[in-house]
């Protein structure tokens, strides 16, 4: 079984364009990989050696299959995928502004989008010695916020997902990830939150995960979590009712 990323390695990457996916990108690129960076806005990248902008919207979850596809077809070599993009809508469903198409969004982007690349790229991943898949979480999907029910709800599936994944591809050699961040400063959470780490702080934190073929990336605050809900889960509810 070969560490991941140990090699240059082909990788597809939502979200590139902001905040932790920028920073996963930038460390990527500069680490010799090639790599896919998929969002609305990627013709908007600067270019670089290595780097593949996709523009696409995940949210219409028809056209993942087909666009999986394409990019099997240009990138035969893709054996990393990471599930970065996400969106919050931090509004309780009691705020007007509060509309139906955050909610489509958020459990699109957030939940199905994700579970389609990954079956849409299964049976190539799994065809490779060297196959990664990486789905970000959040210390949300344990202990939900109050103004963010659905954001948190897409966390926690996402996270049931994620285990429910690694058992169906055990034995097989893929390795499947679950970070677990904490707050990142990053655009989601601008003018929120204290102690946030930077984004780049968490890029070389998820990306050492996975060379050390950790299941669970647990970084920063968000490593007290299992301890928290095992011990305290009333504490930890009142920690991130408010995050
Ligand atoms: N920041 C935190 O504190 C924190 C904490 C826990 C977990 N996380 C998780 O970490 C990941 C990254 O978060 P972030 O804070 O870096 O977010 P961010 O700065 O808001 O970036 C979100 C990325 O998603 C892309 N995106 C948005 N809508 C899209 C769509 N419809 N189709 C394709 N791409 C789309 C955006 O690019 P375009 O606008 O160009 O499409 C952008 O690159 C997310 O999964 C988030 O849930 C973040």
Do not use: C
Request: charged share 15%; hydrophobic share 50%; net charge positive.
């Amino acid at each position: 079984m070969s560490r991941p990323l140990s090699r240059p390695a082909t990788v597809l990457l939502t979200g590139a364009t902001s905040g932790i996916g920028a920073a996963l990108l930038d460390r990527l690129l500069d680490q010799g990989h090639a790599v896919l960076a998929l969002s609305r806005h990627a013709a908007h990248l600067p270019a670089r050696a290595g780097l593949h902008p996709v523009t696409a919207d995940l949210t219409d979850l028809a056209a993942i299959p087909g666009l999986a596809a394409g990019l099997l077809a240009a990138h035969p070599g893709l054996s990393v995928l990471i599930n970065n993009a996400a969106v919050q809508h931090a509004r309780p469903l009691t705020d007007p502004a509060s509309q139906p198409r955050h909610l489509i969004e958020e459990s699109a982007l957030n939940l199905a989008a994700p579970a389609l690349l990954v079956q849409a790229l299964l049976p190539h991943l799994l065809r490779r010695p060297d196959g990664v898949v990486v789905n970000l979480s959040s210390g949300l999907a344990t202990f939900p916020k109050e103004a963010g029910g659905l954001y948190s709800a897409t966390k926690a599936g996402l996270s049931s997902f994620t285990t429910a994944l690694r058992w169906q591809v055990e034995g097989s050699g893929l390795l499947v990830s679950e970070v677990v961040l904490p707050l990142v400063d990053t655009p989601m959470t601008a003018g929120r939150g204290r102690g946030k780490i930077a984004p780049e702080l968490a890029a070389a934190a998820i990306l050492r995960g996975v060379e050390a073929r950790r299941e669970t990336i647990r970084i920063g605050a968000a490593r007290a979590l299992p301890l928290l809900q095992a011990v305290a889960p009333w504490l930890g509810r009142r920690l991130l009712r408010g995050n």
